[in-house]
């Protein structure tokens, strides 16, 4: 799992430096430190330097006893586990992330949206524009992938390198901050790098271009034929029990990646719609197609590189290869960065999405005794810059949040397919059971008075530190279409009963406190 980025604590009291300086915090606040308790004192030199000696070598003593146990650790890993190249630690680099919502409409949907999105500190929504038809399955769909891949190509000429967080519909709450999206994304990266490695070898990853970038959302259902449906390889199912059942299918809901790798997925999903006959092919079967034919592929590059007593044990345990299509021990030919390709993966825990749409009745609100650590590392829930009237000694403990029921996992976003939110009051109850819908109202005034920040700092699956950037600086409260034309809060969510349904507290429609 990868850790947020925070000092080390362990040894702090080694360091100590007697000063008078503020200090910036993880989250830029100013505290001040005496570490020793000595300002303005004139006594007791002697018995302190004795005490700051004693300590010196007790330090020393425990430092070298920790980089010892790293030493043999490294050493032991070494030998036991696959490597993967990675970057220089310590490296910092700065990107742009981008949020990205395709849209043939305002949708009144995406007021809640984008109110919790700009409320925990995500990037601006930027509206990819596409023209829905009635009746009209896969020339809709054509239209929509052909929109975001024009858009992605778009983005690709100035921040190839940059994420993107691809929504695929207009109603999708964020519960938790970027930071948390961001170190779980890049967490499944790297153990999916990690089992690539076991099973195919590094040598291979490199021969053949093969390396996760992109994270899809999961499903219980699978949105294509059966055949076409990978599973996943037993070392990643979470509860083999209830299996069946629970999510373990693709789903085009959220997708998280750096925007050349999404360009080029939607430049394939694209090329097969224009070339298919099908005419009830529906978008996320043809997401599952390339997936599946991505895993069938990994699975020909084992058949064809592992030991016959891999091959036995596989044939034995029945998970063998990584699951695609029944010809899973059929052995072919490798091609080099091969055209099959994309570096896609699955959040088969639901840590970082999860639809309550096709998983109804897997899901409960509830407080958690044990918040996970990298919640808790992140910033507070009612962190701001003003007296704002929030209840600022709340933490991420105090809160209820959708959970996961078969992984217990709390997903940083929650969406909802909108054809399938049929009753509009069990769809109210939802939002207000969701923490932030309490205090909504204040929480969004107060996002408007954060000056400019990075969005997030995360550790990546390389040890490179990725500082996180919004486009838009300056421009609050509002979205942007994807030729930069700017629409604001109150023109994207006109209207006194839509605001009372959104904020809960009778006062209307929001205003700017700058105003």
């Not at 099973?199 to 294509?224: D, H, K, P, W, Y």
């Not at 021990?329 to 999405?353: C, Q, S, V, W």
């Not at 809160?399 to 992984?407: D, E, G, P, Y």
């Not at 600086?473 to 209207?495: D, F, H, M, P, Y």
Request: glycine share 6%; aromatic share 8%; hydrophobic share 35%.
């Amino acid at each position: 799992m990868i850790r947020l980025f925070r000092p080390p604590r362990a040894f702090g009291h080694c360091f100590e430096e007697q000063r008078l300086l503020p200090t910036p915090s993880l989250h830029g606040q100013a505290s001040f430190e005496d570490s020793e308790g000595m300002m303005g004192q004139k006594q007791g030199h002697a018995a302190h330097a004795t005490i700051r000696l004693s300590k010196l070598r007790r330090c020393i003593a425990i430092v070298g006893i920790a980089i010892l146990v790293l030493l043999l650790t490294a050493a032991y890993r070494s030998k036991s586990q696959p490597q993967l190249a990675s970057d220089k630690t310590g490296r910092r680099n700065a990107q742009i992330l981008h949020l990205v919502i395709p849209t043939s409409d305002l949708d009144p949907e995406l007021c809640r949206t984008v109110l919790s999105a700009e409320i925990l500190h995500y990037p601006t929504p930027t509206l990819v524009r596409w023209t829905a038809v009635a009746g009209e399955g896969l020339a809709n769909a054509q239209r929509r992938t052909t929109a975001i891949r024009d858009y992605l190509g778009k983005l690709k000429g100035h921040h190839e390198n940059g994420t993107v967080i691809l929504l695929d519909t207009v109603s999708t709450w964020f519960q938790l901050r970027p930071e948390v999206l961001l170190s779980r994304y890049y967490g499944v990266i790297h153990d999916g790098n990690q089992q690539l490695a076991a099973r195919l070898g590094v040598e291979v990853m490199q021969e053949e271009g093969i390396q996760q970038s992109i994270v899809f959302a999961t499903s219980s259902t699978c949105g294509a034929a059966e055949e076409q449906c990978s599973q996943p390889p037993e070392s990643l199912m979470v509860d083999k029990a209830s299996w069946t059942t629970a999510p373990h299918y693709l789903d085009q809901g959220v997708a998280i990646g750096r925007v050349r790798d999404l360009f080029e997925t939607y430049r394939r999903a694209v090329a097969i719609i224009e070339r298919t006959e099908d005419l009830h092919l529906s978008e996320l079967a043809i997401f599952t197609e390339i997936f599946s034919k991505q895993e069938y592929h990994r699975g020909l590059l084992r058949s064809s590189t592992s030991s016959w007593s891999e091959r036995f044990h596989g044939w034995l345990s029945g998970s063998y290869a990584h699951g695609p299509l029944a010809r899973k021990n059929a052995t072919g030919p490798r091609h080099k960065n091969n055209a099959n390709e994309f570096g896609i993966g699955l959040d088969y825990a639901g840590e970082l999405a999860f639809d309550t749409a096709s998983n109804s009745g897997t899901y409960t609100w509830e407080r958690h005794a044990t918040i996970p650590r990298d919640i808790l590392s992140s910033m507070p829930p009612f962190w701001m810059t003003t007296d704002s009237q929030l209840p600022a000694e709340k933490t991420w403990s105090d809160l209820s949040f959708l959970t996961n029921s078969h992984t217990q996992a709390i997903p940083v976003a929650v969406y909802h397919h909108h054809n399938n939110v049929t009753d509009a009051n069990a769809h109210q109850e939802s939002w207000q059971n969701f923490w932030l819908s309490q205090h909504s109202r204040k929480l969004f005034d107060a996002y408007t008075s954060v000056p400019a920040m990075p969005l997030a700092a995360v550790i990546d699956h390389e040890n490179v530190d990725q500082i996180f950037w919004d486009t838009t600086i300056g421009e609050k409260a509002g979205v942007k279409w994807s030729n930069e034309t700017w629409v604001g809060w109150n023109e994207l969510c006109r209207g006194e009963q839509l605001a009372n349904e959104i904020f809960g507290d009778g006062l209307g429609e929001w205003t700017s406190p700058a105003l």
